[in-house]
Nanobody, 121 residues
Framework: QVQLVESGGGLVQPGGSLRLSCTAS????????MKWYRQAPEKQRELVAF???????TYLDSVEGRFTVSMDSAKNTVYLQMDGLKPDDTADYYC???????????????WGQGTQVTVSS
């Protein structure tokens, strides 16, 4: 089992910054990729940022240039630096980890409990 714990959410004014963290713990063999999703009220969950263990990074178009994802593999932690925040960024943010229990096992995706980000003046 792998557990994910997010932190760093909160209330920030438009134009402000927040840094989210997500740390994986438990019986970890290998994490292939970690992702940040968000879900605003009455909207579908959307993928915000993706980072693979090999360094591939992708972003949701609307956050490109404002958000930066990074991963510390030694700490099994992924970060999401969010700058230039807008009210439309208000949502619950979730991280996920694609984990393999062995070199030959299938990938299982684990989820964190989410952290709330509110952008408002």
């Amino acid at each position: 089992q792998v557990q994910l714990v997010e932190s760093g959410g909160g209330l920030v004014q438009p134009g402000g910054s927040l840094r989210l963290s997500c740390t994986a713990s438990g019986r970890i063999f290998a994490i292939d990729a970690m992702k940040w999703y968000r879900q605003a009220p009455e909207k579908q969950r959307e993928l915000v940022a993706f980072i693979s263990a090999s360094g591939t990074i992708t972003y949701l178009d609307s956050v490109e240039g404002r958000f930066t994802v990074s991963m510390d593999s030694a700490k099994n932690t992924v970060y999401l630096q969010m700058d230039g925040l807008k009210p439309d960024d208000t949502a619950d943010y979730y991280c996920s980890a694609d984990h393999r229990a062995s070199a030959r096992s299938v990938v299982i995706t684990y989820w964190g409990q989410g952290t709330q980000v509110t952008v408002s003046s």
